[in-house]
Structures are given as C-alpha cells and as structure tokens.
C-alpha cells in the first residue's frame, strides 16, 4: 500500500520531498508534491514529517 498526498492540504513547502529514501516524491505544475506510487515504499516518513498532515495511505 503506498502511500498519497492530498493536494487540497499540502502547501508545498518539499518537506517531504527531501525525506523519501526511495526518491519517490516529486513537484508537479501547480508547485505542490506528489508521490509515484509505483516508487513508494510505504515507510511512512513523509507522513510523519509533513507539517500539514496531507499524506495518508492509500485506502486500495
Ligand atoms: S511512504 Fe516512504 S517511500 Fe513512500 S513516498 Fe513517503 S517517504 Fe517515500
Ligand atoms: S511535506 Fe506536506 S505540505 Fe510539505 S510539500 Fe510535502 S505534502 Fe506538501
């Protein structure tokens, strides 16, 4: 299960971005962050460090 940011909360501060061992995190057009969920680990780190709480699981 990977892991996914809801673009409604995220700021784009890249935060996460630097705390992904997998390289998995990236800017999309509009300056916030996106996961490739084919890349992510699902370690949870960037959850545990985003300041606004806008990376969850994914539910499927
Ligand atoms: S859960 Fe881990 S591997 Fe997946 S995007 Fe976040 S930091 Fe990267
Ligand atoms: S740490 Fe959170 S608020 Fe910052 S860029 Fe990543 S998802 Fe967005």
């Not at 673009?7 to 705390?19: A, D, E, P, R, V």
């Not at 996961?35 to 699902?42: G, V, Y």
């Amino acid at each position: 299960m990977a892991y996914k940011i809801d673009s409604s909360k995220c700021i784009g501060c890249h935060t996460c971005m630097g705390m992904c061992p997998a390289g998995a995190i990236s800017t999309s057009a509009d300056g916030k962050c996106v996961i490739d969920t084919a890349k992510c680990m699902s370690c949870g780190t960037c959850a545990s460090v985003c300041p606004m709480g806008a990376i969850v699981p994914e539910n499927k």
